[in-house]
């Protein structure tokens, strides 16, 4: 397997623009993150997904923020509009099964708005 | 207010020492961590975990030690390599039906050849 893949690798920005981040899980992993990584705040989860469900969105910074899985092999990351102090880099991350089991991460889209 | 955290932001050591990582955490609902390393432009990638049955989990030159009474838990790498330089993020899972993982802001290790 692949891996998780991510895409773009980089994205740069003005601010008020749409900007959708993409992920591609592990396949057969049923549990889906999101992850927003600053100096500040370290890596902050933003979201997560199982069985292509949302559990828990209470990370979203603000409405500006939507995330979607509209199927087990994809998921996207919206946010419209866009501002600087969105910047930071993003990863997606996938796990399989419930409890003890690691969660692996893509390499991350690193995010610039100017 | 962070549940999980790495007070020291680096660590430098040389070659063929040991290098102690440290990390705390404040919720008594925790009960598995894990420890991640990160290189520059990838993804984190999972190094070790142990689960609160244990207090010792070893692979190879990673220990991790976890002292559930202090909240505390390390990492030992012995010897430490000029590879193992890299950004380290402890994690930590509260179980149940809740796959959360809450990380530290993590601690740059370099290792001096």
């Known amino acids: 397997d692949a891996g998780v893949i991510q895409s773009p690798r980089h994205e740069v920005t003005e601010m008020g623009q749409e900007v959708t981040l993409r992920c591609k899980p592990i396949?057969?992993?049923?549990?889906l993150f999101w992850y927003r990584q600053t100096m500040m705040r370290g890596l902050e989860l933003l979201i997560y997904?199982?069985?292509?469900?949302?559990?828990?969105d209470s990370g979203m910074p603000e409405d500006r923020f939507s995330a979607k899985m509209p199927n087990a092999s994809f998921s996207t990351l919206k946010i419209q509009p866009s501002e600087p102090r969105d910047s930071a880099v993003y990863f997606c991350?996938?796990?399989?099964?419930?409890?003890?089991?690691?969660?692996?991460f893509g390499q991350g889209t690193r995010l610039t708005v100017v | 207010d962070q549940q999980v955290k790495q007070n020291s932001p680096s660590l430098s050591v040389q070659e063929g020492r040991i290098s102690i990582l440290n990390c705390d955490y404040t919720?008594?609902?925790?009960?598995?961590f894990l420890w991640y390393k990160k290189y520059p432009a990838e993804g984190p990638t999972f190094l070790i975990s142990?689960?609160?049955?244990?207090d010792k989990n070893e692979d190879g030159r990673f220990t991790v030690f976890l002292n559930k009474s202090a909240k505390h838990l390390s990492l030992h790498i012995v010897p430490s390599q000029p590879g193992d330089s890299a950004v380290y993020f402890c994690a930590a899972h509260s179980g149940g039906s809740n796959y959360k993982l809450t990380f530290g802001k993590g601690t740059l290790l370099t290792v001096n050849p």
């Open positions: 997904f199982n069985n292509n469900v949302p559990i828990d």
């Open positions: 396949s057969g992993h049923n549990s």
């Open positions: 991350a996938s796990k399989w099964g419930e409890l003890n089991t690691e969660a692996f």
């Open positions: 142990i689960s609160s049955i244990k």
């Open positions: 919720n008594s609902m925790f009960d598995y």
